[in-house]
């Protein structure tokens, strides 16, 4: 949200339920048309949760953009007046936009908790730079690395860091283990080779 725009009188937080890979077309045509709509008094933001996942495909890493709540998009908005009931112009715009199956809650929707959207905020706050491995390990699990200098050689894991996205391997090198730290892409699981 930008500093000119304020959080109209009596907004709240929605879910909308879209079509599955619409979620970025119903936000960014929301963003675009409300101005045009004259809405900006009726809505406030429009959220799209993501976090980057790192994948690992024919041992390339690479990052990609994975949604939280895939089918949904959260919209800040006043959607009632005074006597509660529906403004008509802001829910047929956001009803009627492109990708939108419709509100959560049809068409009386029950505004979203504020600890709810304060939940969804935070966990985007904790992921922002950070890299999310799509795969998870566990302590025993047996793996093959797939990169670096113990390339093709099995091992055991010993530690899991998840916030560094590292793995602790006890390796065997000429009858000895040997522990070495590797990043979660530079392995797979030993049960997928």
């Keep these: 949200m930008s500093a000119q725009t304020s959080t109209p009188t009596g907004a ?4 909308l339920h879209t079509l599955s890979g619409q979620e970025n077309k119903v936000r960014t045509y929301i963003e ?4 045009a709509e004259e809405l900006d008094d009726y809505i406030a933001e429009v959220l799209l949760p993501t976090e980057i996942v790192s994948v690992v495909k024919g041992g390339k890493k ?4 994975r949604k939280l709540y895939p089918g949904y998009v959260f919209i800040n908005l006043r959607l009632y007046d005074e ?3 529906v403004i008509i112009k802001p829910f047929y715009f956001v009803k009627d936009a492109g990708g939108v199956i419709g509100f959560v ?3 009386h929707p029950a505004a979203l908790r504020q600890t709810e959207i304060d939940e969804i905020k ?8 950070k890299e999310i491995p799509k795969v998870t390990f566990d302590v025993g699990e047996e793996v093959k690395i797939t990169d670096g200098p ?5 091992g055991r894991i010993d530690e899991v860091d998840p916030a560094r996205g590292k793995l602790k391997i006890s390796v065997s090198i000429f009858g000895r ?3 070495v730290e590797l990043e979660y892409w530079q392995v797979q699981r030993a049960s997928e080779s």
């Design 105 to 107: 809650g049809g068409d």
């Design 62 to 65: 690479s990052t990609k953009v």
């Design 150 to 154: 113990f390339l093709n050689l099995n």
């Design 12 to 15: 709240q937080w929605f879910a």
């Design 122 to 129: 935070a966990r985007l706050e904790a992921a922002t730079g």
């Design 177 to 179: 283990f040997t522990p």
């Design 32 to 35: 675009k048309f409300k101005k």
């Design 83 to 85: 006597e509660k009931k």
